[in-house]
Nanobody, 128 residues
Framework: QVQLVESGGGSVQSGGSLRLSCVAS????????MNWFRQAPGKEREAVAG???????GYADSVKGRFTISQDNAKNTLFLQMNNLKPEDTAMYYC??????????????????????WGQGTQVTVSS
C-alpha cells in the first residue's frame, strides 16, 4: 500500500483547464496501473483515465481528446491535465494505484478491486 495525496482541484468556468496532481509516498512505477476515477452526485464512480506500467494510456469516451494522464520521470507523481472542461466534468476526482500484478484488460477496464491505494479526492467544479 502507498499513500496518495491529490491536489489541483478547484472551480473553473466551462472551457477552462485544470491540472490535477497525485503525489505518492514512494515509487509507484512497479504498479500495474495508475488511474484517475471520478464520482458525481447521483452517478456511479467511473474510471476516466489510466496509465499502465508500459506507459499505455486509456480514456473514457467522455474525456477523450480533452484529458491527458501522465507520470513524472521519477514515477512518484501522477498527473491529469484537463482541458476544455464541461459542467458534466464536475465531480470528486480520485487517484488510485493498483497492485503490481499484471492484468489482461486495459487499466481503464479492470474495475476498482485491483486498486489497493486511494487518495482522499479533490473536488472539481465546472460552471456554465
Amino acid at each position: 500500500q502507498v499513500q496518495l495525496v491529490e491536489s489541483g482541484g478547484g472551480s473553473v468556468q466551462s472551457g477552462g483547464s485544470l491540472r490535477l496532481s497525485c503525489v505518492a509516498s514512494r515509487y509507484i512505477g512497479d504498479r500495474a496501473c495508475m488511474n484517475w476515477f471520478r464520482q458525481a452526485p447521483g452517478k456511479e464512480r467511473e474510471a476516466v483515465a489510466g496509465i499502465a506500467r508500459n506507459a499505455d494510456t486509456g480514456y473514457a469516451d467522455s474525456v477523450k481528446g480533452r484529458f491527458t494522464i501522465s507520470q513524472d520521470n521519477a514515477k512518484n507523481t501522477l498527473f491529469l491535465q484537463m482541458n476544455n472542461l464541461k459542467p458534466e466534468d464536475t465531480a470528486m476526482y480520485y487517484c488510485a494505484a493498483s497492485r503490481p500484478s499484471q492484468f489482461t484488460l486495459p487499466c481503464l477496464h479492470i474495475g476498482e478491486r485491483p486498486f489497493d491505494s486511494w487518495g482522499q479526492g479533490t473536488q472539481v467544479t465546472v460552471s456554465s
